[in-house]
């Protein structure tokens, strides 16, 4: 405590001109005074030991064998739980919720202490209460705060990387928790306060928590999947079978997930780009942007990065399926056989010109929206959208979004081109698979070009700005989201 | 203001052994102390007040309704205007500049108070002077800070991400801007001062830009597309109607598309490294590398990144374009009619091993180069980027560049090959257009090369390592950019 | 010092009331106390200046020439060292190590001040010590401190970017070190002690290496190319040559390059995830994972992503290599060749069903191999793994990367479908390359297959859980790695 005291005590020249390093934040974190304890020498012990270690703390581990508890981070002492309870007024708790139960006869060693949770269970709703409340009972003279327990024993060994900066903390003593995020604050992660310990099941689950943003996309995706895969195959391949009697299964392999995948992809990108228009609308009918959406639509919103990034996923299997074609047996078959009937009941075809425009501009038009797909991808890697202004993530994500669809559409009716005129292209009277692709995109380029009506974008705008039909003072509840 | 007395008056041993709870950082934002008051309850405000809370602030909203605001952050109270300035001693304006006005009636309960201005305008030269500006020429007793407006709210709501950790601050009051710094900090984010408040409107119009490094390369693209569209057009679908009469306009769509593509990207590639080559030969002329750069290079040297994406970009279209030649129907057209003729004609065309050799080669230069090409580009991705040491990203950035022009340039020559030489390929006088994309990368190459001799590549590292002809002595002035 | 006066002596209510002020973090950083001294002017001089600076610190530079040593960020002042080094208590030494003997003159007014040496060197070993040690054993009496070293003039003056936040320091001054970190913690960076200034030789080194996990995984893959390569010519080539005495050499640029990189992809790709296996066997066959892996195991595990990375850039190329084959010279010669003979003598070579199927399954398999391949290479980006769970990634990692490495090899199998019954195949009696290749990835299934058999699986996760054949005790060490 020498320093504090100094400070406390006569301000000498000398200090003055050690201001620097005699300032408060200096001497909090000073080595002489950070005492930290840890109970478990297991691999989450010993990377936060390490760490703390690294950042200037001074670390006790607690163990029940302080003589043969393997490797320690060199610098730090084990000792036995009592000793190392007594030694520190703060202990992170690096042990098995299975192994609680013996902290209970330490309960007076750690009276008073601030006890860190770190703790993680292996699945969900394990135990009827969350580890850091089972362990607040074992030890009612503690405080215990729950923290660091979304953080990788990697990450806590190696400090922040960028993603992952942010320590959840939780705890129903105040000056506990401003301990741990002192600590956290010198580890170089940023705190957040998610309140009092009831908060812990929560931050115990998300760890365990795999992609749930990414399960409605990927259902919908799934779903799209298997009902156009059915759809074709029994267009393409059932049809062929028993009303021309002609075994074309093989077609499943490439030809059929080649209609798939396009399919699937153009309407996924429709429907990431469709709910922002959705929302426009209702704004419009009610006239304020205050009110809450419909929770369908609120979750709808929330997936559409994830949306998009499969129809990507989509698209780009479109493409080398596609680009895969020429190297195909049967494709080069055909074209051979193509050749030599020519030659045999010695036919000359004409070049059509039209065919070669509209080829030509299908392509095209696939090549540019898959380009500006990719473009769309990339600047929705966390470091890119990070690095954009808000304006220009906005540019990039509407703008740019819409022309994708755009492009896409339009090449996807190219595809199509008069081939809807012709009966044969009804099999059973079912549409082409292609042309049920079309619904969604083709209704929401016209939503959308409602939207950027001068008329409809002026009060949308408006409206955006804060403006409420019902009440105008709100507007000066609005600001920087424009 | 407990603790603070307490930290002033006696040394007690509970102080002793508490002092981690204790320590300076602990008591600066122990929850009794902090006490912020947000004006505005709109997107923003509420997304601080939320950051805050979480955060262990106290939030008190001002509000010209308290209780009929709409929705507050849990555990924030709300008040009228003047009673929510005088809780505090610093207030966030989370108001429209439009509705400022009103906050001159409050200038004495705001005396000697720290007003942050958070806000930012539509667009840039909206009026006269800055929101800051402004708000201080309402309130000349405060303390005007502006803060927080460049990032969204998004991220005032969730704290820093990787990109955006940075707040810039400008004020003219010391302690004003010191205060609102130790708030930033506590939030994770990371502050740079801006100096004084005349900096303010600088930071207004941060938000509002719209890629501007992107503008220049932008427009040299688009400049070399149209230039070489027209080019193409004229040379192969003009030339072809009007000499020869016959209309192939329809290669518009991909042939030229595909001529187009990588003439620019190419071209690009090496304008992205042209200005290393002629700082380096500027700085060898003047034997220091202490004088700055003439304007124009300064500026072509800060869009170099940009530049090199963009023909990336191409480069990606012009592999597209590339791969999708044989689906075209065109091409299957001329290739069975090439087949057709041969029998018809009992033509046997022999296999002409030079250009099977010339034509993979062509191609595998083609492949390689754009492989490096995608490195470059994964390379200039933030989070790579950051992840690289300095010598690292060097060496990808400058040794696989050149190499990547290399290997194009090696490309379009094989693509060439002794086509200059025919008199057919110089339509109306005019040369080729991959001939003329040849130009600058060849110049960049010899260049390139004339530096990598031991002699120049000698002295260059000398002046680079600080060494200058006129004076020695600065040699100590150069250290880690190396 | 006004302020920290203020703060000891009475506690005014006016004081109070500005609590937020006069925190001490607040007092610790009001411009007036923190006054740094740079010696050198230099490109990192004037870069860390200009930053601290902005943050809020005054500066003073010490210079040999101090009126005419260049532009300096405005806000600083150039005396010359003598008077620099007494203004401040802690000194930034951005000079040269070669120009560090000018310093020995300053020890008097250096006595008992802290020296941050930021110095690198352009080679390792260039010096016998560490500049760092060096600069300690000219001023004695100075507490030096190795800091700031690793990061790039430019993220120095722009502040950390996500990635390299991080500040390496090291010294043997606890009271000095704190004061550095605490300048770099206010620059916004997180501070890693290394300890003692024996690490600063450590430090120095670590900007000057060059992708150093990358070397093992890059001479492997070049090997492997190497080997199959000439393995390759040998049996295409000069088999050819020699028995059948024709000539295509031309096929090395394309088609062999097409064969060497698929087999070095999926070889490198089983290689990543090879190391895994057999870790997973050694803790079922030690009965714990408590002991350390052998060397050669630990440093293969350490290199996983390189390799796999390595091994998707094979993939990239095959992928380019496969899709340009129908545009080849050589194979539309080939192609028109047989249909051309087909006419001539006659033929009509009917559709093969079966042909189809395996080609068409065979493309298939790789497209989507390629695909999940992708994903694994972007899920791999820092700021996506960032991004991600422990659990998210591992799924990512694992059970994709296995998929992965099945479809991949699914693919070569029906590549070679049966040709390896065929003695064509084997020219000189040795094995087609594609045969070999599929010797890695094979076993590695195999061995995975025995992991996940359920009695096989349960003991396996028992083990990572902590449990231990010999003694059960160090359950408790296991929690988050799971």
């Not at 931050?203 to 943003?213: A, G, I, K, S, T």
Request: net charge positive; glycine share 6%.
């Amino acid at each position: 405590m020498a320093m504090t005291i100094d400070r406390l005590s006569g301000v000498s020249k000398e200090l003055m001109s050690e201001s620097i390093l005699l300032c408060p934040l200096g001497t909090a974190a000073a080595p002489e005074q950070k005492l930290l304890c840890i109970f478990g020498t297991g691999d989450l012990g010993r990377s936060l030991g390490q760490r703390l270690l690294q950042t200037g703390y001074r670390v006790i581990y607690g163990s029940r064998r302080p003589h043969s508890c393997g490797p320690l981070p060199q610098g730090a002492q084990a000792m036995d739980y009592e000793a190392a309870a007594l030694s520190a007024t703060l202990v992170f708790v690096c042990v098995h919720r299975e192994h609680y139960d013996f902290l209970e006869a330490l309960a007076p060693q750690l009276q008073g202490k601030v006890l860190v949770d770190v703790s993680n269970n292996i699945k969900k709703n394990l135990y009827p209460e969350a580890n850091a409340e089972y362990l607040r009972r074992l030890i009612p003279g503690a405080h215990v705060v729950k923290a660091f327990n979304t953080l990788s024993a990697w990450s806590l060994q190696n400090g922040p990387s960028d993603a992952n900066r942010q320590v959840y903390l939780c705890g129903n003593d105040a000056e506990a928790k401003q301990a741990v995020s002192e600590i956290a604050t010198k580890l170089g992660f940023a705190v957040v306060d998610k309140g009092s310990l009831s908060a812990a099941r929560e931050l115990e689950d998300f760890p365990l928590q795999l992609f749930p943003e990414w399960r409605l996309p990927l259902r919908v995706a799934i779903g799209l999947t298997a009902f156009f895969f059915f759809y074709v195959v029994i267009t393409d391949v059932v049809y062929a079978y028993v009303v021309q009697g002609k075994d074309n299964s093989f077609r499943i392999m490439v030809s059929l997930a080649n209609k798939v995948c396009p399919i699937v992809s153009l309407i996924m990108l429709s429907l990431c780009y469709l709910p922002g228009v959705i929302a426009a609308f209702l704004q419009l009918y009610r006239g304020t942007k205050y009110r809450r959406f419909p929770d369908w639509l609120d979750r709808w919103m929330l997936c559409r990065k994830q949306l998009g990034l499969i129809a990507l996923g989509f698209a780009f299997l479109h493409v080398l399926y596609t680009l895969v074609i020429p190297i195909r047996y049967y494709v080069r078959f055909k074209i051979s056989e193509g050749t030599i009937s020519q030659i045999r009941e010695n036919r000359t075809s004409v070049f059509d010109s039209t065919t070669a425009w509209r080829a030509d501009s299908y392509y095209s038009m696939g090549i540019l929206g898959f380009g500006l797909y990719i473009l769309l991808g990339i600047s929705s890697l966390p470091s890119v959208t990070n690095a954009l202004s808000w304006r220009e993530f906005n540019f990039i994500q509407s703008k740019l979004g819409y022309l994708t669809v755009f492009f896409c559409t339009f090449h996807t009716y190219l595809y199509g081109w008069n081939r809807f005129l012709r009966p044969s292209s009804y099999k059973w009277y079912t549409p082409p698979a292609y042309f049920l692709s079309l619904v969604v995109p083709s209704v929401l380029i016209v939503l959308k070009l409602l939207l950027i009506l001068p008329c409809v974008d002026r009060s949308l705008t408006r409206i955006r700005q804060g403006w409420e039909r019902t009440s105008p003072e709100d507007g000066n509840k609005r600001a920087l989201l424009m």
